[in-house]
């Protein structure tokens, strides 16, 4: 029974940090099962939703429920979780090594630091507003109304768990930056900078994982996170109607 408590123990744990990191439900509840069916238990259960796991050894052992939260965008931890989840079904990795080594995941910071987000995002921003038929005297507009934009988001979310809140902010300071540009005549077309410096912030791989959860017929996922990706799509979209409400 200790055995099987702690094999419990790691698929819940990588479980938790491809959920926390972004990874989809499906792909959380497969590599579980792998893991569990590598170390010998054959019947296994898990049950994943974008806030929690239940997880159990057999049909009628007790389970194990992880309730997650604060999930965000980190494709380097899931890789990694696969990459180990890969090794344990070849037999290179006992159960106490991989429990190490997925703590050292979960412990691993390694998002890239604020200021490289930043700077990626106005970088990002110029190039959408380019590619969306954009002029290159709206270039560097949108670069700098995306990345203060940006930095707004993530000042914010460090303070408020709500990330719809950030993302209402965050567009709201991006169209009135735009406004002021073009009213000053350092721009040209304010649709082009707006939409090119709201893009960072849209829920691109929230939509992928929810038409994928949906695809793969976990149908309680797929409308929860498709929930989630219109309200922030909302939120955004308000930010910018009510700066151009006022116009």
Same mark, same amino acid.
């Given at each position: 029974?200790?055995?099987?408590?702690?094999?419990?123990?790691?698929?819940?744990?990588?479980?938790?940090?491809?959920?926390?990191?972004?990874?989809?439900?499906?792909?959380?509840?497969?590599?579980?099962?792998?893991?569990?069916?590598?170390?010998?238990?054959?019947?296994?259960?898990?049950?994943?939703?974008?806030?929690?796991?239940?997880?159990?050894?057999?049909?009628?052992?007790?389970?194990?429920?992880?309730?997650?939260?604060?999930?965000?965008?980190?494709?380097?931890?899931?890789?990694?979780?696969?990459?180990?989840?890969?090794?344990?079904?070849?037999?290179?990795?006992?159960?106490?090594?991989?429990?190490?080594?997925?703590?050292?995941?979960?412990?691993?910071?390694?998002?890239?630091?604020?200021?490289?987000?930043?700077?990626?995002?106005?970088?990002?921003?110029?190039?959408?507003?380019?590619?969306?038929?954009?002029?290159?005297?709206?270039?560097?507009?949108?670069?700098?109304?995306?990345?203060?934009?940006?930095?707004?988001?993530?000042?914010?979310?460090?303070?408020? *768990?709500?990330? !719809?809140? #950030?993302?209402?902010? @965050? %567009?709201? =300071?991006?169209?009135? $930056? +735009?406004?002021?540009?073009?009213?000053?005549?350092?721009?040209?077309?304010?649709?082009?900078?707006?939409?090119?410096?709201?893009?960072?912030?849209?829920?691109?791989?929230?939509?992928?994982?929810?038409?994928?959860?949906?695809?793969?017929?976990?149908?309680?996922?797929?409308?929860?996170?498709?929930? *989630?990706?219109? !309200?922030? #799509?909302?939120?955004? @979209? %308000?930010? =910018?109607?009510?700066? $151009? +409400?006022?116009?």
């Amino acid at each position: 029974m200790e055995n099987k408590l702690f094999i419990a123990r790691v698929c819940t744990l990588a479980g938790k940090i491809m959920l926390k990191c972004g990874a989809e439900t499906y792909r959380v509840e497969d590599t579980m099962n792998r893991i569990a069916s590598a170390y010998g238990l054959r019947n296994a259960q898990s049950f994943v939703t974008p806030t929690g796991i239940n997880f159990s050894t057999g049909f009628a052992d007790p389970s194990n429920t992880i309730r997650v939260s604060g999930r965000t965008t980190d494709l380097q931890k899931i890789a990694e979780v696969n990459s180990i989840s890969r090794k344990i079904d070849e037999g290179d990795l006992d159960a106490v090594e991989a429990f190490r080594l997925l703590k050292a995941i979960e412990k691993a910071e390694l998002a890239f630091p604020e200021w490289m987000q930043i700077v990626a995002a106005a970088l990002l921003s110029g190039c959408f507003t380019i590619m969306f038929n954009g002029t290159w005297i709206d270039f560097l507009p949108a670069c700098i109304a995306g990345g203060i934009g940006y930095a707004v988001v993530l000042t914010i979310a460090s303070m408020i *768990e709500v990330r !719809l809140i #950030a993302d209402f902010f @965050g %567009s709201f =300071v991006i169209a009135l $930056l +735009a406004v002021v540009f073009i009213k000053t005549g350092l721009g040209a077309e304010m649709d082009k900078i707006i939409i090119g410096a709201v893009m960072p912030l849209v829920p691109g791989l929230l939509i992928t994982n929810a038409v994928r959860d949906l695809m793969a017929g976990h149908l309680l996922s797929g409308m929860s996170k498709g929930v *989630e990706a219109l !309200l922030t #799509a909302f939120a955004i @979209g %308000s930010g =910018v109607a009510i700066v $151009l +409400a006022f116009l």
